[in-house]
């Protein structure tokens, strides 16, 4: 009788020293890589615009295409690549910036790439901007153009649509070209939208 209360002591203390142990900590969870998305015109065009400006304070955008990636799929008015062109009248050179969602050797780097200088002169066809007449974005443009495009989308449903913005001698203001097909080269069938005040400008066959 007198083992008992040893005993007792002695199970209650492997208990005591059980309970006070930390518990084993959780399984890590595992990080879920995020896909990548595409982003719009003016989104695209800004983030470039940031960069560039490292390059020539006094930068213009001469143009901005969007680019279609196999591996990020479109999405209404966005791409999942854009290449803009800023020109510096200072340094009478141009120079062309790519946006990327992904890292496609040998032609596209993720996120802001700045490409090669390249000489520029005043005069051509193409007439360079501020970047704040772009009031207007890609997905609000797409939006007009598609009014106007009823006819030819029962026509020719499922094609894709690329972006161009430009500023020609015909408007006052940088223009969004809306093109139904995989380029601009190869398209019979595009509307023109005001950039600055997204107004419907014009059809081209």
Same mark, same amino acid.
């Given at each position: 009788?007198?083992? /008992?209360?040893?005993?007792?002591? #002695?199970? /209650?203390? *492997?208990?005591?020293? +059980?309970? !006070?142990? $930390?518990? !084993?900590?959780? $399984? ?10 595409? %982003?719009?015109?003016? !989104? ?42 800023? @020109? ?18 040998? =032609? ?22 501020? %970047? ?29 649509? @690329?972006?161009? *913005?430009? =500023? +020609? !001698?015909?408007?006052? =203001? ?6 139904? +097909? ?13 950039? #600055? #005040? +997204? ?7």
């Amino acid at each position: 009788m007198k083992q /008992l209360p040893f005993l007792l002591i #002695t199970t /209650l203390s *492997l208990f005591l020293a +059980g309970c !006070s142990e $930390p518990p !084993s900590p959780a $399984p890590a969870e595992k990080k879920v890589e995020e896909k990548p998305q595409p %982003i719009t015109g003016q !989104s695209a065009l800004f983030k470039m615009y940031q960069v560039a400006r490292a390059w020539a304070p006094d930068i213009a955008v001469l143009k901005l295409d969007s680019m279609r990636v196999p591996d990020v799929p479109d999405q209404p008015g966005k791409a999942g690549a854009w290449e803009a062109t800023f @020109v510096s009248e200072q340094r009478g050179s141009a120079r062309p910036f790519t946006w990327s969602a992904i890292e496609e050797l040998p =032609n596209l780097h993720k996120d802001v790439f700045a490409g090669g200088e390249g000489a520029y002169s005043a005069g051509g066809p193409d007439k360079p901007f501020l %970047i704040g007449a772009v009031k207007i974005d890609t997905d609000a443009a797409l939006q007009t153009a598609k009014t106007k495009a009823v006819d030819y989308d029962k026509k020719h449903p499922g094609q894709p649509i @690329v972006f161009l *913005l430009e =500023n +020609g !001698s015909k408007f006052a =203001n940088p223009v969004w070209r809306v093109v139904w +097909g995989e380029s601009v080269g190869i398209s019979s069938f595009s509307i023109l939208v005001d950039a #600055t #005040t +997204g107004t419907y400008l014009e059809t081209m066959h």
